[in-house]
C-alpha cells in the first residue's frame, strides 16, 4: 500500500491553474487515482491513470505521472469557485483489494 | 446521487456506548468498504466485504466490527466508543473486490462521542 502523502491545503485565485501533488511509497502501484470531496459530501471519482503512463488529459484536469519518483500530479486549468474541495490521491495495485488515499489537500478558489 | 446509501446521517452518542452504522450499496455492486474519516488522520481504511465475505481489513480496532450481510447491505459496529471514535465513516461499494474498479461512496454518517 500504504503511504500516500499530500500537502494539506492550497489556495489560489479563480482562473488561475492549480496543481495538487501526491507521493506514494508503493512501487508496485498500478492505478492511482484522484478523487474529490465537496463539503457534506462523499467521495467521487474525478480520473485516474495506469502506471504504464505518464500523462492523461480530460477536459479541465490533466494527471502528470513520474514513475520514477512516484509523484502523482493533478493540474486544474482556469481554476473555478465550484472546484474548491478537498482532493484525495490514492493508489493500488493489480488484483488488491483496497484503494490505499492520501491525507486530502483541501484547494480554496479565491473569487 | 452515487447510489450508494448510508444511515444515520448524523449520530451523538456518549462514550463506552454502542453504535450500528449501516450501509446499503449500489444495486449491482458486490463489494462494500468502509472507511473512517477524521481531521488528523485523513481518510482510514477500516474494513472491506466482498459478497458476503471478509476481503481486506485495514486499521480497524478490536472494539468495531463489521458484516456484510445476504442482500449485500453492510453495518459497521462501533462498542465501547471513545472520544477519539468521533468522525466520519463513508461506505463505498463497487462491481467488483479488486481495486480497478471506481469506488462509489455514500454521503457518510458523522459520529459525535461526547
Known amino acids: 500500500g500504504e503511504d500516500v502523502e499530500q500537502s494539506l491545503f492550497l489556495s489560489v485565485r479563480e482562473g488561475d491553474s492549480s496543481v495538487i501533488n501526491c507521493t506514494y511509497t508503493d512501487s508496485s502501484s498500478t492505478y492511482l487515482y484522484w478523487y474529490k470531496q465537496e463539503p457534506g459530501a462523499g467521495l467521487q471519482l474525478l480520473t485516474y491513470?495506469?502506471?504504464?503512463?505518464d500523462m492523461k488529459q480530460d477536459q479541465r484536469l490533466t494527471v502528470l505521472l513520474n514513475k520514477k519518483d512516484k509523484h502523482l500530479s493533478l493540474r486544474i486549468a482556469d481554476t473555478q469557485t465550484g472546484d474548491s474541495a478537498i482532493y484525495f490521491c490514492a493508489e493500488t495495485q493489480t488484483g488488491a483489494n483496497n484503494l490505499f488515499f492520501g491525507t486530502g489537500t483541501r484547494l480554496t478558489v479565491i473569487p | 446521487d452515487s447510489g450508494v446509501t448510508q444511515t444515520p446521517k448524523h449520530l451523538i452518542t456518549a462514550t463506552g456506548q454502542r453504535v450500528t452504522l449501516r450501509c446499503s450499496p449500489r444495486s449491482g455492486d458486490l463489494s462494500v468498504y468502509w472507511y473512517q474519516q477524521s481531521l488528523d488522520q485523513g481518510l482510514q481504511f477500516l474494513i472491506q466485504?466482498?459478497?458476503?465475505?471478509?476481503?481486506a481489513k485495514g486499521n480497524i480496532l478490536e472494539r468495531f466490527s463489521a458484516q456484510q450481510f445476504p442482500d449485500l447491505h453492510s453495518e459497521l459496529n462501533l462498542s465501547s466508543l471513545e472520544l477519539g471514535d468521533s468522525a466520519l465513516y463513508f461506505c463505498?461499494?463497487?462491481?467488483?473486490?479488486?481495486?480497478?474498479?471506481?469506488?462509489?461512496f455514500g454521503e457518510g454518517s458523522r459520529l459525535t462521542v461526547l
Open positions: 463505498a461499494s463497487s462491481v467488483q473486490g479488486g481495486g480497478t474498479g471506481e469506488l462509489f
Open positions: 491513470i495506469f502506471s504504464n503512463m
Open positions: 466485504y466482498y459478497n458476503g465475505e471478509e476481503r
